[in-house]
């Protein structure tokens, strides 16, 4: 059985989220994305975490890139960080989290939303299953 206790990337997860909330508690509901990806930018640099914005990811096809998008955070090569500032969060906007996760080596994302109610999930899509 998986507990929170076995969660990869436990301690720096719990680090982003509670960087999250001190964003959110800031600049609460109504900016664009790009505004909070910029302060949690600022925040986690703070801590010493290192992060990436706007990091590209590559989908591959026949191994022929088909695509490029890119993450909004990548934290310390571990962790994807995908920005949402909407109404709720939807299911779309977990597909692309795991597509993003499907697409690299990286194994765990949050998807954090900048909403009216602050919301976050948490993915994890292990490289075996790659």
Known sequence: MNTSKDFKYKELTEKIIKIFY?????????????????????????????????????VLYENEIIGEYYADIVVDNKVIIEIKAARQLAKEHEAQLLNYLKATDIEVGLLLNFGPEPEIKRKVFSNIRK
């Not at 509901?29 to 703070?46: P, R, T």
């Open 22 to 58: 001190m964003v959110y508690n800031k600049l609460g509901y109504g900016f664009l994305e790009k505004v909070y990806e910029k302060a949690m930018m600022i925040e986690c640099k703070k801590e010493g975490i290192p992060v990436a914005s706007q990091y590209p990811i590559k």
